[in-house]
């Protein structure tokens, strides 16, 4: 069974950093592109960030170009989002999900960005 | 970017009702296109891919049709565990979503 286990999140001030993760289980890492989408509170749903299997393709939108990073570990099959700059309308609920065509998803980990 | 455009924004129907979404995105994208179910406080879920193809488990009465800039999810028979938001996705270029249609039982 595909599994998509986010981790990481809390509540942090502007400006400071926080990094996410998600824990792959069920399927060939290693094999698959994966993404990050996020949620803000009773928004739609925004794309984040992607990588390719093998790291070689990395993408982001502009909304965090510069400030985000999303890196993988192919041996711990894990997923990770590097946030820093952290601005208030970052608040949302974080989704890791598989390749591209966002064929499973995590249950998802909140950030609250906050004074 | 591409924008994608989600009509309508809220429907209501009934149970057994034939429901249609629509999304239309700002230049063509082939067919690069998924729709998604997101239910109250879960995690969205893939109906259809590459416009029209079902993902597995999921019901037939859930059908895809479209290319180019406009596309429609049709429900054939509405049932109450319908009720959801549905997103449509573009992965042609720059990935972007819809903004929603919001799912009700009359």
């Known amino acids: 069974e595909v599994q998509l286990v986010e981790s990481g999140g809390g509540l942090v001030q502007p400006g400071r950093s926080l990094k996410l993760s998600c824990l792959a289980s069920?399927?060939?890492?290693?094999?698959?592109?994966m993404n990050w989408i996020r949620q803000a509170p009773g928004k739609g749903l925004e794309w984040v960030a992607s990588?390719?299997?093998?790291?070689?393709?990395?993408y982001y939108a502009d909304t965090v170009k510069g400030r985000f990073t999303i890196s993988r570990d192919n041996a711990k099959n894990t997923l990770y989002l590097q946030m820093t700059s952290l601005r208030s309308e970052d608040t949302a609920l974080y989704y890791c999900?598989?390749?591209?065509?966002?064929?499973?998803w995590g249950q998802g980990v909140m950030v609250t960005v906050s004074s | 970017d591409i924008q994608m455009t989600q009509s309508p924004s809220l429907l209501s129907a009934s149970v057994g009702d034939r429901v249609t979404l629509s999304c239309k995105a700002s230049?063509?994208?082939?067919?690069?296109l998924n729709w998604y179910q997101q239910k109250l406080g879960e995690a969205p879920k893939l109906l259809i891919y590459?416009?029209?193809s079902l993902q597995t488990g999921i019901p037939s009465r859930f059908s895809g049709s479209g290319s180019g800039t406009d596309f429609t999810l049709t429900i054939s028979s509405l049932q109450p565990e319908d009720v959801a938001t549905y997103y449509c996705?573009?992965?042609?270029?720059?990935?972007?979503f819809g903004s929603g249609t919001k799912l009700e039982i009359k």
């Open positions: 999900a598989r390749q591209g065509a966002l064929d499973y």
């Open positions: 590459y416009t029209n």
């Open positions: 230049q063509n994208i082939y067919k690069y």
């Open positions: 990588i390719s299997s093998s790291s070689s393709y990395i």
């Open positions: 069920g399927f060939t890492f290693s094999n698959y592109g």
């Open positions: 996705y573009q992965y042609n270029s720059g990935p972007t």
